[in-house]
C-alpha cells in the first residue's frame, strides 16, 4: 500500500507527502496482482503493458505504470483471479503487438484483438492465470 509520510503530529489525510499522480480522489492508484512468481509476472508486465518494474528483493518486485498514475506490486499467497469477477482493463499501445507477446512471456490469449466500438479488446491471462483486459482505440484506416 502506498504509505503516506505525515510530518506533523495528529496530521489527517495529508496528501502532501504523497506523489500527485497518485492522490486523485476517486483514481485507482495502487494494485496488488496475486501472483506464483513475482519475477515471471513483473516481467509479462513490463513487456506486454509497458510497465515499469523494480525489484526490491526476493519476490518483492514493484511496478508503476507508464503514467505514473498507478503503482503496486506482486503477491505470492493470494487467490489468482482465473475466472473474471473485476476485469480491469490496461490500455496499450499496439494491441496486436501486445497480444503477441502473451504467450512468449507465459501468459494465454482468451480472446484474441475485437473491434467493441471505436476500439479493439482483447482479454488474456497474465502467468498467474489472472484474467486481464487490454485495449486500445482502434486505429483509422
Known sequence: MPKEQNKSKGARNRTADVDASLARPGGL???EIPV???RQS???YQK???WKIEERAADDWRFADPSGHLIG???IGRAISRRPGLLPFIYVNGIRKAVEQVAKYGGEVVKAPYPEGNLLVAVVRD???NVIGLWEVAPHH
Open 29 to 31: 492508484s495502487y494494485l
Open 48 to 50: 506486454v503493458c509497458g
Open 36 to 38: 506464483t512468481d513475482a
Open 73 to 75: 506490486s506482486w503477491k
Open 42 to 44: 513483473a516481467i509479462f
Open 127 to 129: 502467468p498467474a492465470g
